[in-house]
């Protein structure tokens, strides 16, 4: 169950954007563009978020399905995380990037996040990650839903 709130929530601006160099094409949404690939870099498929979640060109990040199987890399998060994304897509979350907080409430909450995220929740979360083969480094990550198909963003600062 989860509590209803009394109010409309605000309306947040969705923005569309690429889902390997995070570029933002001149549409405003994804049904307008006359392609979902982007005309920038050619490789990924426009997806939309809110304009608060969604990465800028050049930004870290990965999209996920709400099994925590990874559907896209960028190409920031392919040099962060020392992967290719043909090597990285429809392997578990958790091969490329872990909580960086040994507490168990910090694994179920990364993959809480990414679950309700994956399911269209409009409620953008953080956690601090590390990639899955490095220790002492630290990666604040935003969880938000993106899509179509409906699916979860993680972007990485």
Do not use: Y
Not at 18 to 27: D, E, F, N, V
Not at 33 to 42: F, K
Not at 78 to 107: F, G
């Amino acid at each position: 169950m989860r509590l209803v709130p009394d109010v409309a929530p605000e309306t947040v601006e969705t923005v569309a954007f690429c889902g390997h160099c995070g570029t933002r094409p001149r549409w405003p949404a994804v049904a307008m563009a006359p392609s979902r690939v982007c005309e920038s870099c050619g490789l990924g498929l426009l997806l939309e978020a809110d304009s608060e979640s969604a990465p800028r060109e050049g930004d870290a990040f990965m999209v996920l399905d709400g099994a925590l199987s990874i559907c896209a890399v960028s190409s920031a998060a392919e040099k962060l995380l020392a992967t290719r994304e043909i090597d990285a897509v429809h392997r578990h979350l958790t091969e490329l990037l872990v909580p960086a907080d040994a507490e168990p409430q910090a694994r179920e909450n990364l993959g809480v996040a990414v679950t309700w995220a994956a399911r269209g929740d409009n409620t953008s979360q953080t956690a601090t990650v590390r990639p899955a083969n490095i220790f002492g480094v630290r990666l604040r990550a935003r969880i938000a839903s993106c899509g179509p198909p409906r699916a979860a963003l993680i972007v990485l600062d």
